[in-house]
């Protein structure tokens, strides 16, 4: 009968039995340490002692898992006894830990285990271990990290700061490292207050001397007050996102007030029809000239285009500088039609409040993409089980996955539609299309920025 395969970590075993069941695997195996390479005796430490095999005995020992299954090992290792001293000893397998039922595959895989997503009794369900030794090993390798990382590690790229409400105590601080394709979370802070966040920055300012740090956040001027205060050089910069949502939500609050259940079905296909279209730039005028006496469906189709148009600024954001931005910016805003500009003031009180943080994104093309997708996963971290602070900041900082998203330039302007809006941007390209011949003849893709500061990533890295 052919011999099972070795499936453990446990090099230099004998398998003597392998079962697979349903939420299990077992494997039974022999091990004896060749009597040559005992070289002294631990009782009597005579070298070359004489042994004899005295008897064997059995351990039950757990590895690391096999197919997301636990694996239990029955060990029977040789017990052997000294001729000089008459004690005996039992040699310890080196892929064993000291005094301990795990092996060292299995502490190893717990360690990096520990501080992702899973909860601690999926990870003790899923090695066959208890939670307690799950815990264990998150503090050890909590202590680990922490020693090799060093938090205010000068950035290369820019900053990601938003707060995320967790449990109920105060919201955590969630900074993000930005930097093309690499992003990474650097800290979690325990709150928003001046001892957190303005210490964290103030720290990181002898790292980056003269130096300006862009760091995006969204419209709250807490986190604003604290940026400034620090001693950090910045450039703070309004997440796109939030402010666009802004136009999305005016056109939500323009069709509560505007279409009755009649005329909601008439809405749904003319909007369907918009979204197949390609509106040239002469239809800007005559489309948006609508007063109060209009049918609301063209009230309507007039706000829909406004938000679109709204966007467009921002996607256009690589091939226009700062000035044409609060140009055009200024220009949306006058050409808002009259019976509209109740339900847009969700948008032009912020672009008067922030706008030179907004028109910092021309500048700097960062966004709060990757923080955001943090915040969901410390949400569904905290709801599938409560962790301390501790265990939230290490779950967090040390295996959050790096962020997949492109937010580089495209490198053709046909592909510049990947952007998580509906519909594409046609009506920007359509709007700015006078431009586009002189902004591909001279430096598509890279942002000039005032010297010191930090540029975006091009892709090419």
């Known amino acids: 009968m052919a011999q099972s395969r070795n499936i453990t970590s446990l090099s230099g075993i004998d398998v003597v039995e392998f079962n697979h069941f349903p939420f299990v695997r077992r494997v039974e195996a022999e091990w004896q340490e060749d009597r040559s390479e005992i070289e002294t005796c631990p009782e009597c430490e005579t070298e070359d002692p004489k042994l004899h095999v005295k008897e064997w005995t059995e351990r039950r020992l757990r590895d690391r898992p096999v197919g997301n299954k636990p694996l239990l090992i029955k060990l029977h290792c040789c017990r052997y006894e000294c001729q000089e001293c008459h004690c005996s000893f039992q040699p310890e397998h080196p892929g064993l830990r000291a005094d301990s039922t795990l092996t060292q595959a299995l502490f190893e895989h717990l360690c990096e285990r520990s501080v992702g997503i899973e909860t601690h009794k999926e990870i003790a369900r899923a090695t066959g271990t208890h939670e307690s030794t799950v815990r264990k090993c998150l503090r050890l390798q909590r202590r680990k990290m922490d020693a090799r990382s060093n938090s205010t590690t000068p950035v290369a790229g820019a900053l990601g700061v938003d707060k995320v409400h967790v449990g109920k ?25 001046e001892m957190s966040l303005k210490t964290y920055l103030d720290d990181m300012a002898t790292g980056v001397p003269d130096r300006t740090v862009p760091i995006v956040i ?53 909007k369907m029809e918009l979204k197949g279209q390609n509106p040239q730039v002469g239809e800007q005028r005559d489309v948006l000239d609508v007063t109060e006496e209009n049918h609301p469906v063209e009230i309507m189709e007039a706000a829909w ?73 410390a949400k569904r971290i905290d709801r599938r089980s409560k962790y301390s602070y501790e265990t939230l900041r290490a779950k967090l900082v040390y295996s959050t996955p790096k962020s997949t998203l492109d937010v580089t330039a495209p490198a053709s302007w046909d592909k510049f539609t990947r952007y998580p809006y509906d519909p594409p941007t046609e009506i920007g390209v359509a709007i700015l299309e006078p431009l586009r011949e002189m902004t591909l003849a001279a430096v598509p893709y890279q942002r000039r920025v005032p010297s010191g500061t930090i540029t975006r990533s091009s892709g090419n890295d």
């Open 169 to 193: 105590g105060d919201a955590l601080v969630v900074v993000a490292s930005l930097l093309g394709h690499r992003k990474s979370v650097a800290e979690v802070l325990p709150d928003a207050s």
């Open 305 to 377: 285009k406004t938000a679109k148009r709204f966007q467009a600024i921002f996607d256009m954001h690589i091939y226009i500088t700062r000035d044409e931005a609060k140009k055009r910016l200024v220009q949306w805003r006058q050409r808002i039609p009259d019976p509209l500009r109740s339900h847009f003031k969700k948008v032009t009180k912020p672009l008067e409040n922030w706008r030179e943080w907004i028109l910092n994104y021309f500048d700097y093309s960062y966004t709060n993409a990757f923080n955001e997708s943090v915040n969901r996963v």
């Open 218 to 270: 969204d419209m709250s001027t807490e986190l604003r007050a604290r940026i400034q205060a620090s001693r950090l050089q910045t450039a703070i910069v309004v997440d796109r996102f939030h402010i666009v949502r802004r136009a999305n939500l005016a056109v939500g609050s323009a069709s509560k007030s505007l279409i009755t259940d009649g005329l909601e079905e008439r809405w749904e296909r003319r």
